[in-house]
């Protein structure tokens, strides 16, 4: 049982760490300035035992700042070359709120969100014909 209590958390956590991240491209997206950027690099950081990669932008904003900074805020691939082209959206009082996104950001996007719903939705089933709410398997 607590595995399906586990299953249905973490797709809750992942579909509002997705929706998150989507709310905030939404609001840079709509509301604020777009440049376009380069791929300087990638920083590594480790969140437990896995290693992230976090991309390293370089932009120059409309009043001609140059900024350069990493980003966790993103929708890129991390398999993205050193000195690829990205598209950046920031905030023209705080430069240093930005976000990138990739071609394929519907896609990810979609495809994060959807498998979170799924394992909120399995584990709820799971759940329901574990407690005999509901009646699927014998």
Do not use: C, W
């Not at 240093?96 to 959807?114: D, W």
Request: overall charge positive.
């Amino acid at each position: 049982m607590s595995s399906y209590i586990i299953l249905i958390i973490m797709g809750v956590i992942m579909s509002v760490i997705i929706a998150s991240t989507k709310n905030k491209y939404k609001k840079l997206s709509k509301n604020k300035e777009k440049a376009d950027g380069v791929l300087m690099g990638y920083e590594s950081s480790t969140v437990k035992t896995n290693n992230l990669k976090i991309p390293v932008v370089r932009f120059e904003t409309r009043a001609k700042q140059q900024i350069v900074q990493k980003t966790e805020a993103n929708f890129y691939s991390d398999n993205a070359k050193k000195g690829s082209k990205v598209l950046v959206f920031y905030d023209p009082a705080n430069p240093e709120e930005f976000m990138i996104q990739s071609k394929h950001f519907q896609l990810t996007y979609s495809i994060i969100m959807i498998v979170g719903i799924l394992f909120s939705l399995t584990g709820l089933i799971l759940l329901l014909n574990y407690t005999g709410v509901i009646k699927l398997f014998k």
